[in-house]
Structure formats: structure tokens, C-alpha cells
């Protein structure tokens, strides 16, 4: 199977994609390479984003200019340049690239392994650690189209192609476990509920 023809059947959430993926001779390989793009695609297209509403707040400050005393007003605008200043200092370089790819993959990990163990105590199901992580990457395909945020000059376009891709990536997440793993919709929220509470727990540390 070609990766054009993988990737558009994740896209149209294919009923047997994972399935057939999981049998597919260096689907773990390939669907590693999709993660680190994807991921490293999100951070570009991040960083970019908050460099953009920072612009954005920078310019448009003075329209609320009159919600505040002139010293209010002096100490925000002091903190919005001091963070701005300290954010665009900070230069996307193949250190931070490699350290977001790090990040991301330890807090997928623990999440995938979470989800492993229910899937196989709580939901009696005989789970591979190999296939978990294959759905894991290949559901994160979506986020290939973050790369047009990239490109975008505006805020709103760019925060819409980083959000909807990453939302599709979880559902077509979902639609893996479901199909590989033959789980009702109840079961597969529970999954869903774990892993984003996981990594909203997980990140900020």
C-alpha cells in the first residue's frame, strides 16, 4: 500500500486501516517518521502562531488604553514587550526541534502505556504495545496539514490549521482503537478522556 493511498484512508477514517497497518511490514518505521514530522511541524507552526498574537497584542494595545489607569496601562505594556522580547529571542533551532520531539514522545508514551493497561485489565483486551504505538503514530497524520500555518500571515487561519488537524488527529486515534481493538464508544471516550488528561497533566512539568 502506498503512504498516498495510507494516508488518505486515515483521512476518510477508514473502517480497516489500522487493522491492515498493523500487519503492513514497516508500518512501525513509517508511522514513526509521520510522529517526529508532525510533531515538529506543530512546534514550527506554534512557535510562529504565539509569535504572530504577540505581534498582534503588541499592535492592538492601545485599544484598550482606556480600560485602565495610565500606570496600569504602562505595567502591562511593560510585560507584554519584556515577554516578547524574551520569546522572540528564543529562535527556533534544531536543539529545540529535537527537545519538543523528546517532550512529546515521553508524554505519548506514558499516555499510550496508561491506555495499554486499561485496554488490558480493566477492558480484558490483549493489547500490543508495537500496535498501540503504530495507531498512535499513524493517527497523528493529520497534523501533516498544520504545514499550511506555516505559510498562512493570518492569526485566525493559523490557530484554525493548528487546532482542527489536532482534533481530527484525535479522532482518528480513536477510530483505531475502536476498529483494532473492536471497543463500544464508551470505551473508547474512557481511552480518549485518559490520554488527554495524561498529557494535560504531563506538559507542564
Do not use: H
Request: aromatic share 10%.
Amino acid at each position: 500500500m502506498s503512504e498516498r493511498k495510507i494516508l488518505s484512508k486515515i483521512l476518510r477514517l477508514d473502517k480497516s486501516i489500522y487493522s491492515d497497518l498493523i500487519n503492513l511490514d514497516n508500518s512501525l518505521q513509517k508511522g514513526i517518521l509521520i510522529y517526529i514530522t508532525v510533531t515538529s511541524l506543530n512546534t514550527l507552526s506554534q512557535t510562529r502562531f504565539f509569535g504572530s498574537l504577540l505581534d498582534f497584542i503588541e499592535t492592538n494595545l492601545v485599544l484598550i488604553k482606556n480600560e485602565f489607569s495610565d500606570d496600569e496601562f504602562q505595567i502591562i505594556q511593560a510585560l507584554v514587550d519584556d515577554y516578547a522580547d524574551i520569546f522572540r529571542q528564543q529562535e527556533v533551532t534544531l536543539t529545540l526541534l529535537f527537545s519538543s520531539v523528546f517532550t512529546a514522545t515521553i508524554i505519548s508514551l506514558i499516555g499510550l502505556s496508561i491506555c495499554y493497561l486499561i485496554l488490558k485489565f480493566l477492558l480484558s483486551k490483549d493489547p500490543k504495545p508495537s500496535d498501540l504505538i503504530i495507531i498512535s503514530c499513524f493517527s497523528s497524520a493529520p497534523g501533516l496539514l498544520v504545514f499550511f500555518a506555516l505559510i498562512s500571515s493570518n492569526i485566525v487561519v493559523q490557530f484554525l490549521l493548528i487546532m482542527i488537524p489536532s482534533i481530527y488527529a484525535l479522532i482518528a486515534f480513536a477510530s483505531g482503537l475502536k476498529q483494532v481493538y473492536l471497543l463500544r464508544n464508551i470505551e473508547v471516550v474512557l481511552l480518549l478522556v485518559t490520554l488527554i488528561f495524561s498529557g494535560a497533566i504531563l506538559g507542564p512539568m
